[in-house]
DNA sequence: GCGCTTTCAGAAAGCGCTTTCTGGTAAGGT
DNA sequence: ACCTTACCAGAAAGCGCTTTCTGAAAGCGC
């Protein structure tokens, strides 16, 4: 079936197996009758070209199904890469699918092609993805979601990301600091939690938990303090924080301790509401609570951070600030590719949490009037 | 910052801001005291380089942070090209996350780059992304998802593909039929339907209503189609079939259409049980039945099929027809790139489905009893 | 009608690599 | 000591484009 048209003059054929060659810008020019200069002039609108010929040359390429070679294009011209590249941990997490999705609208609308790359939470692959991403030259590189712990690792990112800008390659992060100054699409996590805490004093909640993620992330040490923040302003603490992974599975185990802790102590000192500094920890909170027993919101409270399209789907939906995520990703990449001045200066965008009260917070005590 | 050194001999400078250019091989050949042909070699291992030219090599390599040119060795190269093609409808869908999740990890395995498209349902971007990736010269080109309603779209993909495979390209298909013979990894939807349908009947329902997709996709009616026969051997039939867009909000519309129907009906005519072709479709039509106040499942009984992780979340949990969506994303590459003799042929890998029973469904009535 | 600018097609020089092809040197055989 | 073989480094030819550069033809003013 792929077999083809061999080429049985040549004696030394390649494979065994004849693949049909790519129709090249020359093969175009000769079928029109030009030279090749003529042919990608024509075909780029580069420079004017007589009616005529223009005509000759697109029906030449229509008939011969000719599509350019990128990598050609790429290296002859200056600046031909239509690709941008994306990092992210995992395109299957419901944040980074929100946020890759508008990357994708966003990179759709300017005719440039993706390259998505999950790390699956290993350092190594992110700084090798940013090396073959360097390779193929993307106009673009965006880092979505929170960095590394180790200082080590952020480090190497700097002296690979270095390089590649100076090279004119463009960097963006969203939600993530880098010391390398770069565009930046940054949720206001810590207004955002303080928001959230105000209003969940206000429907009367005095003990609260945590369930956070890895302190060493900026994400979730300013959501921390953004909700203590709010705390202290009506004079609360937080009673407990419980670390667990940024996944379901971490928040599920994360609540699993605090149930735990809970149970050991008085009743009257258990947190009513337990907030979780992303929604998918959320999630995974959720179902350790509804095993354990506990009704949410009569027995406990609970809130989230993101506004993930999922959790609008729980039962009771998930009370969590807002954060336009596709539009981040839009961002990121407008941003990232916006034309710049002899001044190119770093932005930051800074994008601000709503918060949304649902099913799952009410007054505490709700199940015991 | 990015000034750098720029190149003051040059008059007629590119640009006001100088960039610092790539490093090429030539410039590590050089500084190791090579040729390039040598530099080439000893990075890429393709022949015997003295031991001590090699490590010359890549110390120079290292100090100058030389970086390849993607572009360079794949035009130069015979098939040096690193990187796939995705399209999908849309990354932020679960369903499709999922399948992408499992082609990245197999993509990562494999030093791939994975380039992802979405089409958000629009058959001319799934049209224009294939060029764009046969421009991309991408080693294979994977189409996730259900194509296109429009069978003039369907031919025009083909006459896309059919040269892409003929210069050697790589296609594969998940969940999706092709007119053209290629790579195909393919859920048994009728069979998996009719399991589940034999599951419910099992369960002592009788009436059965089914929400249904666009009816010109073999998914929807490969279930649908299953989902009778399964009833069928109990000698019930379909009472009702609402269709609507493949989309949660689809869903949700279907259940109101659905519900709109059964509240003119007796209650002893009214569907106990709802099948919904698609676990996404589900989300919508459970928010729908939650809305209108019907128990799931004591007033009726709810089943979707994918089994994407989103569903194991809800309250309660879908009964679905569950399949390996990240395998299957991991089959899709691997069959497309698996090493192949003379005789190519197309393969078509069925994955079978797996009734899961969960908390959406119950005996018929439970809610009366 | 002559020299001027302007317009536009083609020739040719790369872009940064890989991969023959070529040839020099060392190893091995007799 | 001579010839063959093996090994390995460098020269050079592209891969398929874009983009100068060059030059022919046409348009214009005087």
């Keep these: 079936m792929t077999s083809g048209r ?64 990128a990598h050609a ?79 080590a690792w ?29 565009d930046t699409v940054q949720p206001e996590n810590q207004a955002g939690a303080a928001a959230l805490a105000r209003a969940l004093v206000g429907l009367g909640h005095r003990r609260f938990a945590v369930l956070s993620g890895p302190p060493e992330l900026t994400t979730v040490s300013d959501r921390l303090a953004g909700f203590r923040e709010g705390l202290a302003e009506a004079g609360i603490g937080l009673d407990q924080v419980v670390e667990g992974a940024f996944t379901r599975d971490g928040g ?20 009513t509401c337990v907030f979780a500094v992303t929604d998918v920890m959320a999630v995974g909170a959720l179902a350790a609570l509804r095993e354990a027993g506990s009704r949410v919101p009569e027995d406990v409270s609970l809130a989230g951070f993101d506004d993930i399209p999922l959790v ?10 807002a954060l336009p995520l596709t539009s981040m990703g839009e961002n990121a990449i407008a941003l990232a590719l916006r034309e710049v001045g002899a001044g190119r200066r770093a932005r930051v965008v800074r994008v601000a949490g709503e918060v949304v009260l649902r099913g799952s917070t009410g007054v505490p005590g709700g199940g015991v009037r």
């Design 154 to 182: 952020e480090r190497a990112m700097d002296t690979e990301l270095e390089p590649y800008v100076r090279a004119g390659g463009r960097v963006a992060v969203v939600s993530r600091h880098r010391s390398l100054r770069v």
């Design 252 to 271: 599920y185990e994360a609540a699993r301790r605090l149930l735990l802790c809970a149970a050991r102590s008085p009743y009257r000192a258990r947190p």
């Design 312 to 321: 609008r789907e729980l039962s009771p939906p998930l009370t969590t600030v």
């Design 6 to 69: 061999a080429t049985p003059d040549r004696p030394g054929a390649r494979r065994a197996v004849a693949a049909t060659a790519h129709v090249t810008l020359d093969a175009v020019a000769r079928e029109a009758g030009v030279s090749p200069a003529t042919a990608s002039r024509a075909l780029n609108g580069t420079a004017t070209v007589r009616d005529d010929l223009r005509k000759r040359v697109h029906a030449a390429a229509d008939r011969l199904g000719y599509i350019p070679n």
């Design 73 to 151: 294009q790429a290296l002859a011209g200056s600046a031909n890469n239509r690709t941008v590249g994306v990092i992210c941990h995992d395109v299957s997490d419901p944040y980074f699918a929100a946020i890759s999705s508008g990357v994708m609208r966003a990179a759709a609308e300017r005719g440039l092609l993706v390259m998505l790359a999950s790390t699956f939470r290993e350092p190594a692959r992110e700084i090798s993805y940013v090396s073959m991403l360097r390779a193929q030259r993307a106009r673009a590189i965006l880092l979505i979601g929170s960095g590394f712990q180790d200082r």
